[in-house]
């Protein structure tokens, strides 16, 4: 089995994320829907190897695309210009109940519109499961002047 670092996927887990991230780069959205994608799994995935960079983008990109409608390729934006202004991250708890969607309903719907959608409940559980973060996420935000 192939691991990601910093995951703890089992296998039909693994290989539904890597079919939903050929299904979003070859995906012909300029919206790029691979960052949401990018960033539920990784926030439903972290654990105590994940490194404070990754779980901190990826709850800024939940809550951007989420709370403020951003699309993956504004989120990708907003990574890269917080990449440069800090070195620093914040560490955010783990719960341990992570959303009630997985990769593996997201590839059950099929490709298209349907997917789509899937993808966005994907992100909206995962992005529930971690309500405690937000304000830390927020503040995170501010001090990148995009509260």
């Known amino acids: 089995m192939r691991e990601l670092p910093g ?5 039909s887990e693994l ?5 939903l991230r050929a299904y979003t780069l070859s995906h012909r ?21 994940t490194k404070p960079i990754a779980l ?5 990109g939940l809550c951007l695309h989420l ?14 210009e917080m990449a440069r202004r800090r070195k620093d991250w914040p560490a955010f708890p783990l719960p341990s109940e992570r959303g ?27 992005w529930e499961a971690f309500r405690e973060s937000r304000p830390k996420v927020i503040r995170l935000l501010a001090e990148h002047g995009l509260a």
């Open 7 to 11: 995951t703890t996927a089992d296998r």
């Open 15 to 19: 290989e539904a994320y890597d079919e």
């Open 29 to 49: 959205d300029p919206a790029f829907l691979h960052q949401h994608v990018v960033d539920a799994w990784t926030a439903q995935h972290a654990d105590d190897r």
């Open 56 to 60: 901190a983008f990826a709850l800024v």
């Open 67 to 80: 709370e403020r409608g951003f699309t993956g390729r504004q989120v990708q934006r907003v990574h890269m």
């Open 100 to 126: 009630g969607i997985t990769a593996r309903d997201v590839v059950r719907e099929p490709p298209g519109p349907a997917r789509d959608r899937a993808i966005d409940l994907w992100c909206a559980a995962v």
